[in-house]
């Protein structure tokens, strides 16, 4: 927990001597990164100082990041951006019909969420993603690793590995670069995230996946009185996870499971848990549903991409797309 990239190290900040960073320490924060999207209050409780310290130490911050090149700064040109952003990948999912209606596959640099129903498919595409990120560029991968944060214990290896065989891929060694993390409840969530960096560039991963995201707040947070800060919680969560999208250039993708109708807050039955916190954090949405043995996906929410479903399956190679003959057929696995 101690070790951190040096070159994030906390002690590089002017100011910042060994009394603060233990106290910084004791608060979750470890980083340059962590200090840069920790909020203000956080930090000035931290380190027992007043609010424009802490605003100014959080500057700091950022800015070392900027001159670091791992953050934008705040005045950049649009054709400067433009440059920028020619550095976001894409993996693939599995599936062309899903690839094509994100646009050619998930993006880095970006977070994507996929809500839906129970056995919509969340949890397969994130085991597919763990396998397909590994392919050679070119062909859908990245030739990276990947982070899979289990909330729920239903990550299984056994499946990633099936997955990776019937994609012609060694499933040993697929195995050997995901690095999975199990969270026991949302503050050891939180943790998580915050201690990730670390593990992000050493083992050249391009994807977090995050299964799933709001699990953990919505058990623990019960009750109106609960909620605000709960969404206060998630939101500082989801803003830490974007950031951490955007400084590595990795693609984070997020599950959600859908309202249960009976003690749904808000009326309507399929909208994602987490609310606006959620919604907002997250560059696409992709919204997932069951129909016969298929599995329908709609872009939800996004300016640029079209309003049209995309059908895929999901079967041994875990996400893939329907057979064209005999859509109707039953009898082959
Ligand atoms: N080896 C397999 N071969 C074919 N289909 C499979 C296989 N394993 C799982 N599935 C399909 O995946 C479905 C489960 O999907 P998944 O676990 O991704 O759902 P989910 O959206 O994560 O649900 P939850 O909200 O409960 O977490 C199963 O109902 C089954 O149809
Ligand atoms: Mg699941």
């Not at 924060?29 to 203000?40: E, K, R, V």
């Not at 999208?245 to 599950?255: P, Q, S």
């Not at 003690?263 to 997250?282: E, I, K, M, N, Q």
Request: with cysteine; proline share 4%; glycine share 8%.
């Amino acid at each position: 927990m101690e070790e951190v990239n040096e070159e994030l190290a906390l002690t590089t900040l002017p100011g910042v001597g060994p009394a603060t960073k233990q106290k910084l320490n004791d608060a979750g924060i470890y980083t340059i990164l962590d200090l840069a999207t920790a909020s203000p209050t956080d930090i000035a409780e931290a380190v027992d100082i007043d609010t424009s310290k802490a605003v100014e130490l959080n500057n700091k911050a950022r800015k070392k990041l900027v001159e670091m090149g791992k953050l934008e700064p705040d005045f950049i040109s649009a054709s400067d951006l433009l440059e920028k952003r020619k550095a976001i990948d894409r993996v693939s999912t599995g599936s062309r019909n899903l690839d094509d209606l994100l646009g050619g596959g998930i993006e880095t640099w970006a977070m994507t969420e996929f809500y839906g129903e129970f056995g919509s498919g969340k949890s397969q595409i994130c085991h597919t993603l763990c396998c397909t990120v590994q392919m050679p560029r070119g062909e859908g991968g990245l030739d990276g690793g990947a982070i899979y944060i289990d909330t729920e214990g239903t990550f299984r290896p056994e499946r990633v590995a099936e997955i990776a065989r019937a994609r012609g891929l060694d499933a040993q060694e697929v195995l050997k670069r995901i690095t999975v993390a199990r969270a026991y409840n949302s503050a050891h969530q939180e943790l998580i995230v915050k201690d990730m960096g670390r593990m992000i560039e050493p083992n050249g991963v391009k994807i977090v996946l995050l299964d799933s995201a709001v699990a953990h707040y919505r058990a623990e947070f019960l009750g109106r009185g609960t909620l605000a800060e709960r969404q206060q919680r998630l939101n500082r969560f989801m803003h830490q996870l974007l950031r951490t999208a955007e400084v590595y250039n990795v693609a984070v993708v997020v599950t959600n499971q859908v309202q249960a109708a009976p003690d749904t807050f808000f009326g309507d039955p399929s909208r994602p848990t987490g609310g606006h916190v959620v919604a907002h954090t997250s560059t696409y949405r992709l919204y997932l549903r069951k129909s016969g043995r298929n599995r329908i996906a709609r872009m939800v929410d996004s300016p640029y991409h079209p309003e049209r479903d995309a059908v895929f399956v999901l079967n041994e190679k875990g996400v893939d797309d329907p057979t064209e003959e005999s859509p109707r057929k039953r009898s082959s696995s």
